[in-house]
């Protein structure tokens, strides 16, 4: 049963044309609003990963669940569809388990916050973020196992609850949760710092629904879905071809001695939509590199992409989403049964990008890029602070590595820089100041990004005194199948079965894996 909506006006908003001044000061709005959400979000969380990094994602909807502004397309029409509950005006929900949201969330790590927007009695939008948790709790510092079975060795689940109901807070619920983590403080300062950025964002829709009116507010939504809407088609017919082209890239392997595991997708453009079809996709690992792929968040990756490439001035959002189907065979490494383990699927949402380039390059070779460093170094270290004056405190690092961006023809690969876009990394003073370690060494690498035209970014290299005993874990990829293995194939068959794809479980031997010695 869906999600009730509890309105105590539920007059429809009328649709009213909107002029293009207005409709440019709405969008500008709405895109510092977002900013607006970063910038509180920094300010009051307490982990590096949110507080340094910026590893938090903010979107803004309209009434109906779409993403106006944001990064990763909104989850919110799924979730609105399979919540058994209602919402009213002073609720707020919160959630970490994927398979609670259809993968919005890919692990549990990432702590999700929704508010919904009333205004005189209507719902008016959306405001959500989510951000990656530093512990959660289970069987390792971090929370990210690499050899966990399951998900329920990987921490805390928090299915869809009222954080907020009817403008109450639910302090026994956070008692229980942050009684899981072995950072509470970090985990209460981050999620206070989510629930915050939401609040901003929603007092920033209403101030402009008050100065512009209801009705011409959510009409300039809409418009701004139905431009990127019109934007995207052009740009697909002229991008998508109708004859399929496919990629593929590995995962080098899943901690527990199994590997490659391969991620394949095909493309063409029918009907006027584009087809991605992972049939050919290795079936779900049994450990923890399994990455349940939303489909609206590849979507959006899709669309992103198109968009930096051919256009960067469109503002991105889901208006494009009927444009595209995307097609994930059931039990697959990116669409796993629950309750496999999720919590290193990193790995494989680095590989999606790569396997965007090779796709949307085949046609296109101008806009063709290399394979970049592919992967979110993750190092984890964790002890108790043996230093003089600290008392043996405890302490907790969590770091995402950098690497090199490709190159393209367009120009040189950046050096250094994150797998994400808005990612920064974490200064040496903060890391010196707050953890018993020494940073001995940071710079990039000469001539690792390759030599060329236009040269593959260079990656990082960095050395680290640890001056505590403690617990080191380094999570990475890339070392077995590299950059530039990958294949391509043209004027591939279509899947047979449009639905599902053609997809077979197969036995591992069968497909040349065995276990490393």
């Known amino acids: 049963m869906p999600a009730t909506i509890v309105e105590t006006n539920p007059t429809p908003f009328k649709s009213i044309p909107i002029d293009p001044v207005t409709l440019d000061i709405i969008e500008n709005a709405l895109r510092n609003a977002r900013i607006e959400m970063d910038a509180t979000l920094v300010r009051t969380a307490m982990s590096p990963g949110i507080r340094e990094q910026g590893d938090a994602f903010p979107l803004i909807a309209d009434h109906t669940g779409k993403m106006i502004v944001g990064q990763f397309g909104s989850f919110i029409g799924g979730f609105l569809q399979s919540y058994d ?3 009213e005006d002073g609720d707020m929900i919160f959630l970490s388990d994927p398979y609670s949201c259809g993968g919005a969330i890919s692990h549990s790590n990432d702590w999700l916050v929704l508010l919904p927007v009333f205004k005189d009695g209507r719902l008016l939008a959306y405001t959500a973020m989510f951000g990656h948790q530093s512990d959660i709790g289970g069987k390792v510092v971090g929370s990210m196992p690499i050899n966990a079975r399951s998900i329920f060795e990987e921490g805390v689940r ?21 009684h899981q983590t072995r950072k509470p403080d970090w985990c209460q300062a981050d999620l206070n710092a989510l629930i915050a950025s939401c609040r901003v964002a929603s ?3 209403i101030e402009m629904a008050e100065r512009f009116g209801d009705d011409v507010y959510v009409s300039a939504t809409q418009e701004l879905l139905a431009r990127n809407h019109r934007a995207m088609q052009a740009l697909i017919g002229m991008a998508i071809a109708e004859e399929p082209v496919s990629f593929e890239d590995y995962i080098c392997d899943d901690g527990v001695g199994y590997g490659p595991y391969k991620i394949r997708c095909t493309m063409w453009r029918e009907d006027g939509k ?12 049994a450990a923890s590199i399994n990455f349940f792929l939303n489909e609206n968040m ?15 001035q469109i503002l991105f959002n889901d208006g494009f989403y009927d444009l595209i189907d995307v097609r994930i065979p059931e039990g697959s490494l990116l669409k796993p049964k ?23 390059g085949q046609k296109t070779p101008e806009f063709l890029n290399a394979a970049g460093f592919s992967s979110s170094p993750h190092l984890f ?13 405890w302490f907790q690092l969590f770091q995402i590595g950098f690497g090199g961006i490709p190159g393209r023809p367009l120009g040189d690969g950046p050096d250094g820089h994150s797998l994400w876009p808005g990612f920064t990394n974490v200064p040496n003073e903060f890391l010196e100041r707050y953890f018993p370690m020494l940073i001995e060494r940071y710079e990039t690498e000469p001539d690792s990004g390759g030599a060329g035209l236009h040269r593959g970014g260079n990656g990082i290299h960095m050395t680290y005194r640890f001056l505590s005993p403690g617990t080191i874990s380094i999570h990475d990829d890339r070392w077995f199948v590299p950059p530039g293995r990958q294949r391509r194939r043209t004027g591939q068959a279509r899947p047979q079965d449009p639905g599902k794809g053609r997809w077979h479980q197969r036995d591992r031997w069968q497909q040349g894996r065995g276990r490393r010695g």
Not at 338 to 360: V, Y
Request: charged share 20%.
């Open 158 to 178: 928090i299915p869809p609850v009222k954080i907020w109901k009817k403008g109450e807070y639910n302090d026994d619920l956070m008692k229980l949760v942050m």
């Open 274 to 285: 584009v087809v991605l079809d992972f049939a050919g996709t290795d079936p779900q690992s």
């Open 85 to 87: 509950g209602t919402l």
């Open 381 to 393: 270290y964790s002890g108790n602070d043996t230093r003089p004056g600290k008392g043996g405190e």
């Open 203 to 205: 007092r920033r829709v």
């Open 338 to 360: 629950f309750p496999a383990a999720l919590s290193g699927r990193t790995h494989a949402l680095g590989r999606i990008f790569d396997i965007l380039g090779g796709l949307l």
């Open 298 to 312: 590849f979507k959006m990756f899709f669309g992103i992409y198109m968009i930096m490439v051919f256009d960067p």
